[in-house]
């Protein structure tokens, strides 16, 4: 029977933010800080359990207690309430080079940083060359770290990092830096990792990362964990509460062409927030000009949610040249179908003169699902046929 | 490699540790009286880490200066000159037979008590970036601290047998072997008492900023209490019978006298010499010494839990 490699018990955490940190500060102010101090509750009864050979994603916008959960299962942080049991040897990628030194060299760090993430000299030794052979920086190896490039000194911490036989790696955020071959070879080594049975767990911003290396997914709001489940589950319920967010963000201001009643529909005319692959879907809404406008041109793009342009077209493109308009007009693009995969998407439409700047633009006018059944990865919903010979 | 091939799903990979391996509890409180031993056999797994703290700190200290480890011996004997030439000549405190390694015996041990506090208060908060990313015993910071300044000491000590060369071969005084364990005993009663404060000012230092200026004016306090350029019988026929007890308490006083007992045997038999029971003494320090250093390194233990979000 597999027992857990990692169990969280209600797991709660407690910031207290205190401004005075002078011993003089402190006794002017120790009554009032006291009364004064904040309380902030980082973590939230947070409970947990983690299979040997999982891959972990916590995902949650700023402030909502990834780092921190990280940081109380790699030991760094003790939480307030509760506890956390685990077992095997572990790796944190919390910050790569943390304990790099800028006035030594490459291969001074490179035992240093190696000790500190719990390796021996004798193992050091055996890895050296590896480690230097994927950093791919033999060169400047025995050069000062203060003198290297930001890559080369991600490169060798990272070098460095893969090197420790983990059976646990948290992985935090560090998949961001560094050029793209890099992060391609980062995320070659993790997927090493998983096929070793070895078990991750991942903070990200990146959906798509998410998505595409864990099998299980943690959503935390506030400190609480809001879903457990399914990655394709947990990113939904991430980009719904997000969508949320946005559209208490509308403006008022005074357009000579004003934009309103932004909505999409579908093969029944009506609106729906998720609508399933492939069918018809439109996007309909109003112009309200106040005195005539005649040289006018109306546009929409179509976006999902990391800001990539899926597609955008407006009047102009289209050769159809509009009427001056007085009063209200309804404008309406229609697509037959649209073939993009899973995910949120979102609506930006604009009115334009034919040449110059906007009458009237809102980003992320509205917004919509596409549910789809296949787990591929990607941005188009593709129907492919296998064939093996 | 294919994308959809990386999801590992449910199939277990090759199992690391013994599947049944019972799941330990991290960070789990200990309670204040006991835990000593497991901080203990922790540091001493990382025994290796230690080793390498120690090296960094003597690396960074001096790279890039073309000196490099002559500084730290240059200080203490720019200061033995002066002292020798101000106190010894232009004061008339000469009448210390050869005074220079007198002097010498107190500087040595002073310098690597107040490296060793001076350095540890500091290492917890210097070291924040790694406290706050990587989890290892952070007791390793202020012991770390203690390493590089007993590796300054070795140097020091160099200096003081070629002294006792010089001057034995001048007065035809040589170190009695017999006192050899003294120096020894003190040395240890140093280390572990500069450990024991070094740590609890090392904790405290993260929540209290002040602590690392406050310790340059208790050090300097501190070396004025000490008789490292003056000598005890002095103070014992100035101060009253009971401040003179209190003067004596001091854990360095008792240092430095064994230092001169054997270093500086010019001194022996002479009034300039400290008459009271020097083993005695260190004995007694050394057990209050380990007392204080388990209570401080509970008092770290407790403290460190919260080190990575007050940094």
Avoid at chain 1, 176 to 190: H, N
């Amino acid at each position: 029977m597999n027992q857990p490699v990692i169990r969280v018990t209600d797991v709660s955490k407690k910031f207290v933010i205190r401004k005075d940190k002078s011993l003089k500060e402190r006794l002017v102010n120790s009554r009032r800080s006291r009364a004064h101090a904040e309380e902030f509750w980082a973590l939230r009864d947070v409970n947990l359990e983690l299979d040997p050979g999982h891959t972990l994603g916590l995902i949650g916008g700023n402030g909502s207690g990834k780092s921190t959960l990280l940081k109380i299962i790699g030991g760094i942080l003790t939480p307030t309430t509760g506890y956390v049991e685990r077992r095997g040897r572990l790796a944190a990628l919390l910050e790569l080079g943390a304990g790099f030194h800028g006035d030594l060299t490459g291969r001074e760090n490179v035992y240093l940083n190696a000790s500190i993430l719990g390796l021996s000299k004798a193992q050091t030794d055996r890895y050296f060359d590896s480690i230097v052979d994927f950093s791919g920086i033999e060169q400047f190896i025995d050069t000062q770290v203060k003198f290297y490039s930001s890559g080369m000194y991600v490169r060798l911490a990272f070098a460095v990092a893969i090197h420790v036989d983990p059976e646990i790696l948290l992985v935090d955020e560090v998949l961001a830096v560094g050029d793209e071959p890099f992060q391609r070879k980062c995320l070659d080594r993790i997927k090493q990792f998983q096929g070793e049975g070895r078990t991750i767990i991942l903070v990200t911003h990146s959906l798509e990362q998410v998505r595409q290396m864990c099998d299980r997914v943690v959503l935390l709001n506030s400190g609480q964990m809001v879903v457990d489940g399914d990655p394709g589950e947990a990113v939904r319920h991430f980009r719904e509460a997000n969508s949320e967010q946005d559209h208490a963000l509308q403006e008022h201001t005074e357009h000579a062409l004003t934009i309103s009643g932004v909505r999409t529909f579908g093969d029944d005319g009506k609106q729906h927030p998720i609508y399933p692959v492939g069918t018809p879907l439109g996007v309909e809404f109003q112009v309200t000009a106040e005195h005539e406008v005649s040289d006018w041109a109306a546009g929409i793009a179509l976006t999902d949610a990391s800001g990539l342009l899926i597609y955008g077209t407006n009047t102009v493109l289209q050769e159809i040249t509009p009427e001056p308009v007085t009063g209200k007009r309804t404008v309406r693009f229609r697509f037959d179908q649209l073939p993009v995969s899973d995910g949120q998407y979102f609506i930006d439409v604009a009115v334009h003169p034919k040449m110059g700047s906007d009458y009237h633009r809102i980003a992320r006018a509205a917004s919509f699902q596409i549910s789809n059944d296949a787990n591929d990865p990607g941005v188009v919903a593709l129907n492919p046929h296998v064939e093996i010979e | 490699m294919t994308v959809a091939s990386t999801r590992p799903g449910t199939t277990a990979g090759p199992a690391f540790s013994e599947p049944d391996t019972p799941l330990q509890r991290i960070n789990a409180p200990r309670g204040f009286w006991r835990g000593s031993t497991d901080t203990l056999a922790e540091i001493w797994r990382y025994r290796e880490l230690l080793g390498n703290l120690v090296r960094k700190e003597l690396k960074v200290k001096y790279k890039d200066s073309v000196l490099g480890f002559v500084w730290s011996l240059l200080m203490p004997l720019v200061q033995l000159g002066v002292y020798w030439l101000v106190i010894g000549k232009f004061l008339g405190a000469g009448a210390i037979p050869t005074y220079g390694v007198y002097i010498f015996c107190g500087l040595a041990t002073w310098t690597l008590f107040s490296e060793v506090l001076s350095t540890a208060t500091t290492s917890v908060v210097f070291n924040a970036g790694l406290v706050k990313k990587v989890y290892f015993p952070r007791e390793l910071f202020p012991l770390a601290a203690v390493g590089a300044a007993l590796v300054n000491f070795c140097f020091q000590l160099v200096i003081l047998l070629v002294a006792d060369v010089i001057a034995g071969a001048s007065s035809g005084k040589w170190p009695n072997i017999e006192y050899l364990p003294m120096p020894i005993l003190g040395l240890i009663v140093l280390v572990v008492w500069a450990a024991g404060i070094g740590m609890l000012l090392s904790a405290a230092n993260v929540y209290l900023r002040d602590i690392e200026h406050l310790i340059g004016v208790v050090l300097m306090l501190w070396f004025w209490v000490t008789p490292i350029i003056y000598n005890v019988t002095r103070v014992s026929t100035t101060l009253p019978r009971a401040l003179y007890q209190v003067y004596l308490m001091n854990p360095m006083a008792a240092v430095v006298f064994s230092f001169q007992k054997f270093f500086w045997p010019q001194g022996s038999g002479t009034p300039y010499e400290f008459s009271g029971d020097i083993y005695g003494r260190l004995g007694l320090l050394l057990v209050f010494g380990l007392v204080f250093l388990w209570l401080a390194q509970r008092v770290f233990a407790r403290a460190q839990g919260n080190f990575a979000q007050e940094l």
